[in-house]
């Protein structure tokens, strides 16, 4: 996930180059060809960011609900 795309136009290079694809937060200067999922928006204002942010952050939440956690995984790197 993205808020700048000039800024941080190398970890864009990066994710692209590893086949991760890209959510961005893309302001009129930006270039919304190089993005995967562009989220128009103004990422110069604070409120803006945030709301944007604040809204992503409760899909990911309740695209989660119900699943069950796999604590297995969790376990296997986690535990010493």
């Known amino acids: 996930f993205v808020v700048d ?11 692209q180059a590893t086949g991760v694809k890209v959510v961005a937060i893309i ?3 930006c270039d919304p060809d ?4 562009p989220i128009p928006g103004n990422d110069d204002s604070i ?10 952050s409760e899909a990911i939440i ?3 609900e119900g ?10 790197w986690n535990s010493k």
Not at 6 to 15: G, L
Not at 34 to 37: N, R, V, W
Not at 47 to 56: D, P, T
Not at 67 to 76: C, G, R
């Open 27 to 29: 302001d009129t200067n």
């Open 67 to 76: 699943q069950i956690p796999d604590n297995h995984k969790y376990n296997s």
């Open 34 to 37: 190089s993005i995967a999922f």
């Open 47 to 56: 409120r803006s960011v945030k709301f944007i942010i604040s809204k992503v």
């Open 5 to 15: 795309q000039q800024k941080e136009h190398i970890a864009i290079r990066e994710a």
């Open 62 to 64: 309740e695209g989660h």
